[in-house]
């Protein structure tokens, strides 16, 4: 049984302790090569999420009548089902962004982070604990393409949440944030060595953060211990 301590922790993994694009670097295809902008993040992100959720919750509800040998093709055939619904779903009321994340919509189904939710959380648990870890996993992940994709669009064009029509409509042009006038551009940060750099200062700063909580944790509990004459 899940208890409150439990479920805190299945969030905490998947936004930052056992993240899939910081800790895991799985996805890294798509977190590469899709992060140009902000808004391309955002639309990867939110379609990967609701992948991990849907698939998810039909993994759990089905986890006591599949058999150990066939359970990976029936979780695959779950997982591209729901990628081909959002698909569609994509090009009927995203058509500009569908088109502009091209293959990389489809390839959702060969993203290790979803397979690997559904075989190692799903499969062994109900199905609130694994709609919190794919509402976690997922908003983990989308905060790293959405990170990602705002340094790069930042050094590559000097604008933030450039082209949010995309997404938002026709309305949305306003959200667009010019950082820089005239600014010629860095093209090496929408180049796919710029996410390779983006991403491993994101692994980086990462890493310190951890490294200091640590050992703030550690100075804590020497202070706690009591002193012996």
């Known amino acids: ?44 992100g939110l379609a990967t999420t609701l992948t991990l959720i849907i698939s998810n919750l039909m993994v759990s509800s089905i986890r006591n009548i599949i ?10 055939l779950i997982i591209a089902c729901t990628v081909t619904g959002i698909e569609l779903a994509m090009n009927a009321w995203f058509h500009e962004l569908f088109l502009v ?15 690997g939710r559904a075989e190692s959380f799903a499969a062994r648990n109900s199905l609130l604990p694994s709609l919190v870890d794919a509402i976690s996993m997922g ?3 989308t905060l790293i393409l959405m990170l990602l994709g705002g340094m790069r669009e930042v050094f ?23 950082l820089v006038e005239n600014y ?7 180049l796919p060595p710029g996410a390779f750099i983006g991403l491993g200062l994101i692994i980086a700063a990462k890493n310190r953060i951890d490294q200091r909580v640590i050992k703030a944790r550690g100075e804590r509990e020497t202070a706690t211990i009591p002193q012996t004459v």
């Open 1 to 44: 049984m899940q208890t409150e301590g439990s479920y805190r922790k299945i969030i905490s993994d998947g936004l930052w302790g056992n993240n899939a694009g910081l800790v895991q670097l799985l996805g890294l295809c798509p977190l590469l090569a899709v992060t140009t902008t902000t808004i391309n993040g955002l639309g990867l």
């Open 67 to 76: 058999t150990k040998e066939i359970r990976i093709p029936v979780f695959v």
């Open 101 to 115: 994340l091209g293959i990389f919509i489809p390839l959702i189904v060969t993203n290790c982070a979803i397979i």
């Open 139 to 141: 908003v983990g992940f």
């Open 156 to 178: 590559g064009f000097g604008t933030l949440f450039i082209q949010s029509d995309l997404m938002f409509g026709q309305g949305a042009e306003w959200m667009t944030i010019t």
């Open 184 to 190: 010629r551009g860095f093209l090496l940060a929408i």
